[in-house]
C-alpha cells in the first residue's frame, strides 16, 4: 500500500525530469549550408546555443541522419576545446570562425575518447556532422558556412 498523496508527487517528479532532459536537447533543426569543393551542400542542423546544449551535445545518440548535425554557437570568437565523451557516433568537428570560415577540422573522431580536440585558433562554432562527411564533400579549411548565426543565410 502507498502513502495517501505519494502516487500524484512521483508522477509529478517524473514529469519534472522528462522536462529537464528533453529541455537540455537542442531545438528544432535549421538550414545550414556548405560551399566547398564548388558545390553548395545543405543540412539540417539542432542548434547549442545555451550551455546546457552544448555541453550535451550528441551525447548518448546512436545515429545521425547523413544531411543532419550539430552546430555549437559559442555567440563570440574564442578557442574552442571538445571532446567525445558518451558519444557513441564518429564524428568529422568543423571549426568555425566568426565570418563563417571553416578553420579547422577534426576527422573522423574516436567515440567515447576522453582526448582533448582544440580549435586552430578563436571560433565561434562547431559543427558535428557525421564522420567521413568532409572528405566525402572535399570540406577543407577556408570552406564558407552559412548559417543564421554567421549573418550569411536568412532562416
Not at 38 to 43: D, N, P, S
Not at 65 to 87: E, I
Amino acid at each position: 500500500m502507498t502513502a495517501p498523496g505519494l502516487l500524484p508527487r512521483v508522477a509529478l517528479a517524473a514529469l519534472l525530469a522528462l522536462a529537464v532532459v528533453g529541455a537540455a536537447r537542442a531545438g528544432t533543426p535549421t538550414p545550414l549550408l556548405i560551399e566547398a569543393g564548388g558545390r553548395t551542400h545543405a543540412f539540417q542542423v539542432e542548434l547549442a546555443a545555451t550551455e546546457k546544449e552544448r555541453r550535451l551535445g550528441l551525447m548518448f545518440r546512436r545515429k545521425l541522419a547523413a544531411d543532419a548535425g550539430m552546430l555549437f554557437d559559442y555567440v563570440r570568437a574564442q578557442p574552442v576545446t571538445m571532446w567525445m565523451k558518451n558519444t557513441y557516433i564518429p564524428l568529422d568537428m568543423l571549426f568555425i570562425a566568426a565570418d563563417g570560415r571553416v578553420v579547422n577540422i577534426a576527422r573522423r573522431t574516436v567515440p567515447h575518447s576522453l582526448r582533448s580536440i582544440p580549435s586552430e585558433g578563436r571560433v565561434r562554432a562547431v559543427l558535428e556532422v557525421n564522420a567521413g562527411t568532409a572528405d566525402r564533400l572535399g570540406i577543407v579549411p577556408g570552406a564558407r558556412v552559412r548559417h543564421r548565426i554567421f549573418g550569411n543565410l536568412a532562416e
